[in-house]
């Protein structure tokens, strides 16, 4: 029997099952995959029939030190018990240490902290949009974002996601955004131009995560801080799913060379903890007292365990780890490439966040990897994407290179 075939087979004690409770009282924004996951350790999750999962997902690139990680659990834990929440209207030590570690390992002056990469996009956007009208005095500010992009799906980060997709039925979209081509400076001149002094800020991803895996060009990002520092325009960088470590450097910027004004960062952070966080240097920290806040963010649990996986990133050399296996790992793909060339047209990406083009539907690689036991998530239609924890080893590697080597195998003889 393959691993799913009974993962959601009916109780025979009449029960509901997870799915039918699900289909009764979730609401449906969400095409799951037919799983129920109920127990995480390391690299592997198991299903609610004892089935073992070598998890690639991490909770799409979240979870930095895999499942149940000792450190991790011991900080939750430590700090649940001394004190959880307590709102902004109070200092508390670990919003403190987690923000001094943040600027002591990036180039940000000063930290926000909130609860999700929309939530830190959001603010982000905000903050471009202050410092426009105190600093810079334009009366409509332009905020530009590239095609495939991927920042949210709030009102304002879904328009500035640039993808059609993601927006269709939800206008009026906010106004003051509009759209470049990525890594393509001729292209990016000319929506410059056509907007001039009205755009106050760029967001990018370093490496475009859900529009494909795809890495930004070194030279389209240096050419953006030139342009940006002779007009006052900020560099916004979105790290939601690239920094902390997953590309092999700490943060995406590192393999651009260029430091951002601005940038942002959720997923990994935390490990699994919701948290999210707008980092900024001195001279566009322009928030007042009143301008922005959130009940949550930054509350001491969260920054205990973010702190705890910061400090464990150092510590047991993860970033190291995260560029030695991602090699590893696209060395195992390039074969695969090789041996496959039907279905698999090109290996990209940077260290732990890497990415097969696919000349089938990716949805139809996952399905395959899942059926063997292997879990990964497409990053678009043609895409499929491999973001495990930072503690990977190369056995595990290994393990999923031969499960996703069964699953091609199956879908070469059917195509
Ligand atoms: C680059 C990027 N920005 C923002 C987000 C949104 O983050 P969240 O789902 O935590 O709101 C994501 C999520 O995939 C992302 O990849």
């Not at 991790?72 to 959880?84: D, G, N, P």
């Not at 999700?116 to 600093?135: C, D, F, P, Q």
């Not at 590893?328 to 390039?334: D, F, I, K, V």
Request: net charge neutral.
């Amino acid at each position: 029997m393959s691993p799913l075939s009974s993962s959601f087979a009916q109780t025979n004690t009449g029960s509901p099952t997870t799915a039918d409770l699900f289909a009764e009282h979730v609401m449906s924004t969400y095409g799951r995959y037919p799983l129920t996951l109920v127990r995480g350790q390391g690299c592997r999750v198991w299903d609610e029939q004892g089935r073992e999962y070598l998890d690639f997902v991490a909770g799409i690139a979240t979870c930095t030190l895999g499942h149940a990680h000792p450190v991790w659990i011991q900080a939750l834990t430590e700090q649940a018990q001394q004190l959880h929440h307590v709102s902004n209207l109070y200092y508390t030590p670990p919003q403190a240490q987690l923000a001094q570690w943040l600027t002591r390992h990036s180039c940000a002056d000063k930290v926000f902290f909130c609860n999700s990469g929309a939530e830190a996009n959001e603010g982000a956007i905000k903050l471009a949009r202050k410092y426009a009208h105190t600093v810079r005095g334009i009366q409509e500010p332009v905020i530009l974002t590239a095609h495939g992009s991927f920042h949210g799906r709030t009102l304002a980060t879904v328009t500035a996601t640039g993808q059609p997709k993601y927006q269709k039925d939800f206008a009026p979209l906010v106004p003051g955004f509009d759209y470049i081509p990525y890594n393509d400076i001729e292209g990016t001149e000319a929506v410059l131009n056509r907007w001039g002094e009205r755009v106050c800020a760029v967001l990018l991803e370093p490496l475009q995560g859900e529009g494909g895996v795809l890495p930004g060009d070194p030279t389209y990002f240096q050419w953006w801080r030139r342009v940006c520092n002779e007009r006052g325009i900020l560099l916004m960088l979105d790290e939601v799913q690239v920094g902390m470590g997953r590309t092999g450097r700490l943060w995406g910027y590192c393999h651009l060379g260029v430091e951002p004004d601005i940038f942002t960062l959720a997923k990994g952070l935390a490990g699994g903890i919701p948290i999210g966080a707008l980092l900024a240097k001195d001279f566009c920290a322009v928030f007042q007292p009143g301008d922005h806040a959130s009940t949550f963010g930054g509350n001491p649990l969260a920054c205990a365990v973010g702190l705890a996986v910061c400090r464990t990133l150092m510590l047991d050399s993860l970033i190291w780890n995260a560029q030695q296996t991602g090699a590893y790992l696209r060395q195992g793909l390039s074969r695969l490439a090789e041996q496959f060339p039907r279905l698999i047209e090109q290996v990209r990406g940077w260290g732990l966040i890497q990415g097969l083009v696919m000349r089938i539907p990716a949805a139809e690689v996952v399905k395959a990897a899942m059926e063997m036991g292997l879990l990964l998530v497409p990053a678009g239609l043609q895409v499929v994407r491999f973001v495990p924890p930072l503690i990977v080893t190369p056995a595990e590697i290994d393990q999923a290179l031969a499960l996703l080597g069964s699953a091609l195998e199956r879908l070469a003889a059917s195509h």
